[in-house]
T-cell receptor
Framework: GEDVEQSLFLSVREGDSSVINCTYTDSSSTYLYWYKQEPGAGLQLLTYIFSNMDMKQDQRLTVLLNKKDKHLSLRIADTQTGDSAIYFCAESRGGGNKLTFGTGTQLKVEL | DVKVTQSSRYLVKRTGEKVFLECVQDMDHENMFWYRQDPGLGLRLIYFSYDVKMKEKGDIPEGYSVSREKKERFSLILESASTNQTSMYLC????????????FGPGTRLTVT
C-alpha cells in the first residue's frame, strides 16, 4: 500500500460523523473504492466512485473525490458501533483487474 | 449468496515446511488473487490468476508460488516457510467484466515458528 496512504486510527463517538481520508497516486485509476473489514472477516466492498465523479452518496455514506489533489474521503453519517471496522481505500491500476490498497484506517466507535 | 472459502482459519507451521493455502470460489470468476495483510502495510498482492493455468506475479511474489488447475480453486504455496511469512493471507476473486468488485475469503492466519 505504499502508493495509497491513510491514517491508521480514527476514534469517534456514536452518533457523530466519521471522515476517513485517503491519498492515492495513480491518476489513471478508473475507479476508486472503499472496502470494509469487520473483525475476523475478509474485506467487503462498501462503495466505489468512478473517476469522472466528484461525489457519490449512498444512504449514510458520502464519498468525495478531489482529482487535483488525488484525495478521496469517506464520510459516515450517524456513526454506529456496528461501523467499527478497518476501512481500506483502493485504486484500480491503470483500469485493470488489479487493485492497490491503502494501509487501512481502524475506526473505533465509542459510546 | 456468493462465497469465497479458504481451507483454514488458523495455521501453525515450522520454519522450512512446505505450506499449502487453498482458496475456492463458487461464482465462476476468472480472476483470483492472493494477498497478505500486515498491520500498517495494508494488503499487498502476492500473485493473481486471470484464468486456469495462468498466473502473474504481484508486488511481493518472492518465497511464494501458486497453482490454478481448476477455475474455482487457487492455491498459494510457501515452498519453505520462514518466520517473516507469518501473516494473514486473504484470497479474493472477481469477474473480469465487473473487476471493480473483489470478493474476499475470511483469511488464513499463518504463524511460522
Amino acid at each position: 500500500g505504499e502508493d495509497v496512504e491513510q491514517s491508521l486510527f480514527l476514534s469517534v463517538r456514536e452518533g457523530d460523523s466519521s471522515v476517513i481520508n485517503c491519498t492515492y497516486t495513480d491518476s489513471s485509476s478508473t475507479y476508486l473504492y472503499w472496502y470494509k473489514q469487520e473483525p475476523g472477516a475478509g474485506l467487503q466492498l462498501l462503495t466505489y466512485i468512478f473517476s469522472n465523479m466528484d461525489m457519490k452518496q449512498d444512504q449514510r455514506l458520502t464519498v468525495l473525490l478531489n482529482k487535483k489533489d488525488k484525495h478521496l474521503s469517506l464520510r459516515i453519517a450517524d456513526t454506529q458501533t456496528g461501523d467499527s471496522a478497518i476501512y481500506f481505500c483502493a485504486e484500480s491500476r491503470g483500469g485493470g483487474n488489479k487493485l492497490t490498497f491503502g494501509t487501512g484506517t481502524q475506526l473505533k466507535v465509542e459510546l | 449468496d456468493v462465497k469465497v472459502t479458504q481451507s483454514s482459519r488458523y495455521l501453525v507451521k515450522r520454519t522450512g515446511e512446505k505450506v499449502f493455502l487453498e482458496c475456492v470460489q463458487d461464482m465462476d470468476h476468472e480472476n483470483m488473487f492472493w494477498y497478505r495483510q500486515d498491520p500498517g502495510l495494508g494488503l499487498r498482492l502476492i500473485y493473481f490468476s486471470y484464468d486456469v493455468k495462468m498466473k502473474e506475479k504481484g508486488d511481493i511474489p518472492e518465497g511464494y508460488s501458486v497453482s490454478r488447475e481448476k477455475k474455482e480453486r487457487f492455491s498459494l504455496i510457501l515452498e519453505s516457510a520462514s518466520t517473516n511469512q507469518t501473516s494473514m493471507y486473504l484470497c479474493a476473486s472477481s469477474h473480469p467484466l465487473r473487476n471493480y468488485e473483489q470478493y474476499f475469503g475470511p483469511g488464513t492466519r499463518l504463524t511460522v515458528t
